[in-house]
């Protein structure tokens, strides 16, 4: 089945620089890879996807790419806010299935 | 729109008691999933329900946790007997299709403490 790695499972940053989470999926037939937001005590929630038919996606400072080949995609965050600090999980779907990974908790100092 | 709807928000049992939690998904959405999710750790599925019949239980463990979506609608998962390693965060979620390209809505999920 499908397994999805995660990395890295900390990263701190400085408010203002960038942030690159990378993801490695295991199933090539995987189409659509949703990332998502999880502040402390709340739930996951959406905030950018991509499908496999494209490479690059973008919306304001969050960005995704992925690389079929390779089976990796990313997310990449500009700008950072001490309001971007959360868990960010990467997941890969299969048809109807969808597999998360362990997630990468993000600290942005201000 | 209402978001999906999980109660109660948190339940503290001992081992070997009985637990149920139930969720109400966003109106219209026929795709109604259970994930676990253990402190640190992404979610897992537990269970996918599309309309009121089973499309994916393969990582439910059937001898404690049990699962129904009987009109479709709303869905309760419950576990009996309790072990100390079910405690975790029981997210449910819904989509309105069953086919990929849709993100998940998430409920806030019930925080589960044994005991």
């Known amino acids: 089945g499908e397994n999805v790695e995660q990395h890295p499972s900390t990263l701190s940053v400085q408010e203002g620089d960038s942030a690159v989470i990378k993801c490695t999926y295991s199933?090539?037939?995987?189409?659509?890879f949703p990332w998502y937001k999880q502040e402390l005590g709340k739930r996951p929630q959406l905030i950018i996807d991509i499908r496999s038919n494209v490479g690059e996606k973008k919306d304001q400072r969050i960005a995704v790419t992925l690389n079929k080949t390779a089976k990796h995609f990313s997310l990449h965050i500009t700008e950072t806010q001490p309001e971007d600090s959360a868990v960010y999980f990467c997941?890969?779907?299969?048809?109807?299935?969808?597999?998360f990974g362990a997630g990468t908790r993000l600290f942005v100092k201000a | 729109e209402a978001g999906v709807a999980q109660s109660p928000r948190y339940k503290i049992i001992e081992k070997r008691q009985s637990v149920a939690f139930w969720c109400n998904p966003i109106?219209?959405?026929?795709?109604l999933y259970w994930y676990q999710q253990i402190l640190g750790q992404g979610p897992k599925l537990l269970i996918q329900f599309q309309n009121n019949g089973v499309v994916d239980d393969s990582q439910l463990p059937k001898d404690r946790f049990s699962a129904e979506r009987l009109k479709g609608v709303d869905s309760t998962l419950k576990i009996q007997p309790a072990k100390l390693e079910d405690s975790a965060v029981y997210l449910c979620a819904s989509s309105p299709i069953k086919s990929t390209g849709n993100g998940y809505t998430f409920g806030s999920g019930t925080r589960l403490t044994v005991v």
């Open positions: 199933d090539s037939a995987s189409n659509y």
């Open positions: 997941a890969a779907s299969i048809g109807f299935k969808t597999i």
């Open positions: 109106s219209g959405h026929a795709t």
